[in-house]
């Protein structure tokens, strides 16, 4: 299982691109309003996206859906391809958010919007939700603590988890619950800066003080949902960059 890093910066952010990952190129991870800049520039071929997850309706995690919808409409349209479907993994209210959005971003007649139901297969989840995926791995998700429901994800494999992704989270005791399973590597919002006067997000100290010593050295932590540009990592902590893979 491949991870690629396609944006790392938070919704407040020094102009970095937008947080988005992949996973072996064709599950998406989110899709930001800069989404198919992000796909492009790392030479992910959007047509091959077969499954894509979204964790919650804030504009940096779903606004390029409209992008992403036209774009493949516009490529079924003129290659006269049969259409492929493509899972698409969300909270409750995930059909209807992508058509409102779409009609907004586009027109309400646009037939981009009829598409949604064309391409989409929706999987609509809670944090007791299963999924399958290839090869026996299975996701679990589990509901972050932010100012609107939004959900993270793990990759299980035999019982034990691959892959942690902690969307826009404030520390909690869930979030110490699931790292007593020691993931393997844990991709995390670390978009807090020193004095917010607003805490939504986690920070380094929240990794370094109360994550790694419930996991040890035996769990990597990647920062994503940054705010500015990759500082120094500590330890078992380090900063995503665009660009970056994670084999595991
Ligand atoms: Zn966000
Ligand atoms: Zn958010």
Redesign the pocket.
Known sequence: MRIRVLGNGG?LNDGLPYNCFCIDDTFLIDAPPDVMLSLKSRNVDFTGINRIFI??F?G??YFGMPFFVLNLFSHYLHTGDSVRPIQIIGQRGLRKALIQIQELATSPDNPSVAFIDRVFRFTEIDSFSEVALDGGRRLIFHEMT???P?YGFSVVEKDEIRLTFL??TKWSDSIACLLSRRPRLVLCDLNARPGDKIR?HMSQADIMEKAVPITGTATRYVGVHLWRAAEEGRGPLTYARVGDEYEI
Do not use: M, W
């Open positions: 919704f964790s919650h804030h940096d995690h932010h100012s609107k939004c969307c826009d939504e």
